[in-house]
C-alpha cells in the first residue's frame, strides 16, 4: 500500500501562516519527488510547489517568496510552509509523489496521491 496523507490545514486570516505536512507509507521517500497542488471550488487543479529526490525545488509564482517546501526523508514527510496568506489560496491542497528523478509540474505523472487538507483563508 503505497499512502501519502496531508495535515495542517485551517482556517486562517490574511496574512497568516499554516504549516502542511504529507506523511507516506510504503516507498521510500527518498527515492521520489513530491509535488503540492491545489484545488479551489469549480477550478482546475494546479501545482503549487515541488521538491526532487536531490531537494531542488519549484514554485508556483503565485506562491513565490511565501511558500516553502522541505522534506526529511528519515522521517517519510513533506513540509509545506505557507506565509502570507492570501484569500485565493483558499483551496484543498493535495500532495503526490512521482518515481520522475526531476522537477515535473504535470499532474499526470504523478502516480500517489493524498486525499487533501483543506486551507481556509478569510476575516
Known amino acids: 500500500q503505497f499512502d501519502l496523507v496531508e495535515s495542517g490545514g485551517g482556517l486562517v486570516q490574511p496574512g497568516g501562516s499554516l504549516r502542511l505536512s504529507c506523511v507516506t507509507s510504503?516507498?521510500?521517500?527518498?527515492?521520489?519527488?513530491i509535488g503540492w497542488f491545489r484545488q479551489a471550488p469549480g477550478k482546475e487543479r494546479e501545482g503549487v510547489s515541488f521538491i526532487n529526490r536531490g531537494a531542488s525545488t519549484h514554485y508556483a509564482d503565485s506562491v513565490k517568496g511565501r511558500f516553502t517546501i522541505s522534506r526529511d526523508n528519515a522521517k517519510n514527510t513533506v513540509t509545506l510552509q505557507m506565509n502570507n496568506l492570501k484569500p485565493e489560496d483558499t483551496a484543498v491542497y493535495y500532495c503526490?509523489?512521482?518515481?520522475?528523478?526531476?522537477?515535473?509540474?504535470?499532474?499526470?505523472?504523478?502516480?500517489?496521491w493524498g486525499q487533501g487538507t483543506q486551507v481556509t483563508v478569510s476575516l
Open positions: 510504503g516507498f521510500t521517500l527518498a527515492s521520489v519527488s
Open positions: 503526490a509523489a512521482t518515481a520522475t528523478p526531476w522537477i515535473t509540474t504535470n499532474p499526470s505523472t504523478y502516480d500517489y
